[in-house]
């Protein structure tokens, strides 16, 4: 066993000293890896057969389970954080049996042999931010308007009136005229005063009800109040999702939508 | 350099041999982990950076990149397969950028520490298989009908008539009355035949028009030309989908549906 600042390796190992590194990693909440031949079984919300191949198994430090093929980015079975764990050696063979709480689903790894064996003790603590800008969330909900809301049909973006442009004007499920204003960020109290002009100057010109919503990952405290007060709707805006519907090919410009 | 038959593990590399044995690995089309202190950022569908901490990078045989945390079963980065690689070392740091053919869009991954690095040619040749009953999926319609049709509503299940049950009864989204017949495997002319019965028993009773519905993962040869001779339609069943929808809890039995 070899060790590398926080990190323990153990290769070639025979399945007995396997067990007993697993279950001193498991015990210590280490992130593991096992490289070996195994095969898979899942029971819960379906069941499923893995047959016999080399492959990656990984455990991490909250208990969440990843079982990975020599190719695809997506694991062939997981299991999310949680999960409570059994190892066991039959036969010679290293059932590694990973259990959920909440749920009746259990994930059994078979082991034959391993190569490898890491063990490891990561420090992570950086901040992931995703940046999506306005433009690209007004495209993502042109792209797919249920992102805004189910049934939401696009009429035309940035639309002229007398106080700016509207981001998104369209029609809601019931045909309701609809002016969308987005924010990119956590959306406060001028972004509702924006929205309540905007639908204030649709609703002199159409003579029928408007509606207005904004559509932003947040609001800040006091701007749902205000937005009941003026009969104005929210729309959370899922940032991830807007960045997986938007895709910058030259194919697709924004005016492609109309 | 240890050799674990086909697998090669560098401890506490320095970045010129990192950048060496990802480079060699990369050209032989092997799988590599890098496990290192790292900061991530992305460009495509979005933008997203990614702070510092010591994490797993794991580049497939394919070209597919997944960066893992320490915790959380999703990876915090990820690119499909096909990706092209660029190796550099600048001012001590190893950057490794994964780029999409396809797509505008690149991962640059940058090292300042690496504590292993794994080469391996894992061979994977078992099939995956995966097992959801007729009424696992009859459920997963139940709980999310939209795997059957968008807006479908669902009525009944196992609703007595001459003929024997019907798996799931309900109206589509124009409202016409719909009959559903379920197969998990590949449906076969007897499953058209057993749905075109129940159609006529329903149509007998109703005097309004009748849909049937055969919802099976795969249908046989000539079943597609026999569904459109008696109007019948096919919809493709998806059981991963239904796999992730059913959950078996004791709160949710199938009958609290109704």
Redesign the interface.
């Given at each position: 066993m070899?060790k590398?600042?926080?990190?323990s390796?153990l290769?070639?190992p025979n399945l007995d000293s396997s067990e007993v590194a697993i279950k001193n990693g498991l015990s210590q909440k280490r992130?593991i890896?096992l490289?070996g031949h195994c095969?898979v079984e899942y029971n819960?919300?379906?069941?499923?057969?893995?047959?016999?191949?080399?492959?990656?198994l990984?455990i991490?430090?909250?208990g969440?389970?990843?079982i990975?093929?020599?190719?695809?980015?997506k694991?062939?079975n997981?299991?999310?954080?949680n999960c409570y764990f059994k190892i066991s050696l039959i036969n010679d063979t290293l059932i590694i049996t990973a259990i959920r709480k909440?749920?009746?689903?259990s994930l059994k790894i078979f082991f034959d042999k391993l190569?490898?064996i890491?063990v490891?003790e990561?420090?992570?603590?950086?901040?992931?931010?995703?940046?999506?800008s306005e433009k690209?969330i007004q495209k993502a909900i042109l792209t797919n308007p249920d992102l805004l809301e189910k049934a939401f049909q696009p009429i035309s973006y940035e639309k002229k009136i007398e106080p700016g442009f509207i981001d998104i004007y369209g029609l809601d499920k019931e045909g309701k005229l609809t002016v969308v204003e987005i924010k990119r960020g956590r959306a406060g109290k001028g972004a509702v005063i924006q929205l309540a002009k905007y639908v204030d100057a649709i609703r002199d010109t159409a003579s029928r009800p408007v509606r207005g919503i904004l559509a932003a990952p947040q609001i800040m405290k006091g701007v749902q109040k205000m937005l009941a007060t003026l009969n104005l709707d929210y729309r959370k805006i899922d940032?991830k999702k807007?960045?997986?519907?938007?895709?910058?090919?030259k194919a697709t410009k924004i005016q492609d939508f109309f």
């Open positions: 070899g590398t600042s926080h990190i390796i290769k070639n992130s890896i490289i095969w819960g919300r379906a069941r499923s057969i893995l047959e016999p191949g080399e492959r990656i990984f991490k430090a909250d969440s389970v990843l990975h093929r020599p190719t695809g980015y694991p062939v997981w299991q999310p954080s909440k749920v009746q689903e190569f490898l890491t490891m990561l420090v992570d603590e950086g901040q992931f931010y995703l940046h999506v690209e940032l807007c960045a997986q519907t938007v895709t910058f090919t």
